[in-house]
T-cell receptor, first 117, second 121 residues
């Protein structure tokens, strides 16, 4: 699986957009970019994922560069409750029976996002 | 729906004791996973299961055993606990296939439980 590089920590003012970068320069053409977050003492929570096109859902937007070597997670209007560790994960596509991937997630250190008033 | 639940929430063991952590999900998911998380680190996969009656080793399987006798339950066992197994344990579940994009099918999201905090003295 491709390795990801994220800044250790970031700050954001409440109500502003939070832009979290992720570098995945060794990503393969068929690997997806996933984002999860973990609020203190809770289990991780899925945010969004994409392959090559930009994606948006009710939680966030994901911008993937054209060469797919990096991506940015955007929380458009950060709130105090968005303070969490954000994990960028590169994940192979699903495989049919006989494959070995089975959707495993490989977590790195993530980015500690602190949203302040 | 309760989602993914874990029992117990907290436990303190002495070295050499055994225990079983229970994970239950009510979403009819095929895949289930056990992770551990040590302070300041990301989650590491211990074991996983792709269906009832099947289990497989993850990244850090030593010292643990698992069983998936029922689709909705995934048990993690510690036969002889060691201080190095002090950690927070998370269970997760997912369905196999997600949406198609560019001819590829992505995996569905994993839903995580609230965690079990285990201390081994």
């Amino acid at each position: 699986d491709a390795k990801t590089t994220q800044p250790t920590s970031m700050d954001c003012a409440e109500g502003r957009a939070a832009n979290l970068p992720c570098n995945h320069s060794t990503i393969s053409g068929n690997e997806y970019v996933y984002w999860y977050r973990q609020i203190h003492s809770q289990g991780p929570q899925y945010i969004i994922h994409g392959l090559k096109n930009n994606e948006t859902n009710e939680m966030a937007s994901l911008i993937i560069t054209e060469d797919r070597k990096s991506s940015t997670l955007i929380l458009p209007h950060a709130t105090l409750r968005d303070t969490a560790v954000y994990y960028c994960i590169v994940r192979p596509p699903s495989v049919n029976a006989g494959g070995t991937s089975y959707g495993k997630l490989t977590f790195g250190q993530g980015t500690i996002l602190t949203v302040h008033p | 729906n309760a989602g993914v639940t874990q029992t117990p929430k907290f436990r303190v063991l002495k070295t050499g004791q055994s225990m079983t952590l229970l994970c239950a999900q009510d979403m009819n998911h095929e895949y289930m996973y056990w992770y551990r998380q040590d302070p300041g680190m990301g989650l590491r996969l211990i074991h996983y299961s792709v269906g009832e009656g099947t289990t497989a080793k993850g990244e850090v399987p030593d010292g643990y055993n698992v069983s998936r006798l029922k689709k909705q339950n995934f048990l993690l066992g510690l036969e002889s606990a060691a201080p190095s197994q002090t950690s927070v344990y998370f269970c997760a579940s997912s369905s196999p296939l997600g949406r198609l994009a560019g001819g590829l099918s992505s995996y569905n999201e994993q839903f995580f439980g609230p965690g079990t905090r285990l201390t081994v003295l």
